[in-house]
């Protein structure tokens, strides 16, 4: 079975601490995609990052970084010195095969000034 | 920048009622998909399609919905029939010009439907 899993469904913070969302994800196939989509308040689901199974290497883009763990079947990601504009719900997605995306739950961050 | 635009914004129908959902997608791309999110939920994968037909749909997709791109711009979906478990917000998506699909979509801002 193909699942997604983001155990946190809210997450509440204050500006300018660090916060780190938390995707475990279950596949049988020995190639994968995983990405991570942000949903704003207004609505729409904004692209973050995509990570092929065979990179493991952690990626960091601004205040942004991912941490792939192939053994432990995770994808976390981590906000460094979170800003209000970062308030929004998150999902770790697996691709599925041909964009069949498979979203997780979501989590729902909250950052207070 | 390019985005994937969708209307309506908003529809309220009756049960019963045929509901069409446009999406015009990044000019260029070539694979489509129409996702929904019921409120407070998973966002999940209803269809997606290439070359002018349908590549992969989810159990969620059954007889009462379609999907036509039927002059080369419009991405279209139509719920023949509608449920009240229909109401739920419908995401267009786009992906890349050539060479498979990527992962990396591009979302509408959605469609909420609300059936009454």
């Known amino acids: 079975a193909q699942k997604v899993t983001q155990a946190q469904t809210e997450i509440s913070v204050v500006e300018k601490e660090d916060v780190t969302l938390d995707c475990v994800y279950e596949t049988r196939d020995t190639t994968y995609y995983l990405f991570w989509y942000k949903q704003p308040p207004s609505g729409e689901l904004v692209f973050l990052i995509r990570r092929n199974s065979f990179d493991e290497q952690n990626e960091i883009s601004g205040r942004y970084s991912w941490n792939f763990q192939k053994s432990t079947s995770s994808f976390n990601f981590t906000i460094t010195a979170s800003q209000v504009v970062d308030s929004a719900v998150y999902f770790c997605?697996?691709?599925?095969?041909?964009?069949?995306?498979?979203f997780g739950a979501g989590t729902r961050l909250a950052v207070h000034p | 920048e390019p985005e994937v635009t969708q209307t309506p914004s908003h529809q309220v129908t009756q049960m019963g009622q045929e509901v069409i959902l446009r999406c015009v997608p990044i000019?260029?791309?070539?694979?489509f998909y129409w996702y929904r999110q019921i409120l407070g939920q998973k966002v999940e994968f209803l269809v997606s399609?290439?070359?002018?037909?349908?590549?992969?749909k989810s159990e969620i997709f059954d007889d009462q919905f379609s999907v036509e791109r039927p002059d080369g711009s419009n991405f279209t979906l139509k719920i023949r029939s509608t449920k009240l478990e229909d109401s739920a917000m419908y995401f267009c998506?786009?992906?890349?010009?050539?060479?498979?699909?990527?992962?990396?979509?591009?979302f509408g801002e959605g469609s909420r439907l609300t059936v009454l």
């Open positions: 000019s260029n791309h070539l694979y």
């Open positions: 399609f290439y070359n002018n037909e349908i590549s992969e």
């Open positions: 998506a786009s992906d890349r010009l050539a060479g498979g699909p990527t992962g990396e979509l591009f």
């Open positions: 997605v697996l691709d599925g095969g041909y964009n069949k995306l498979i």
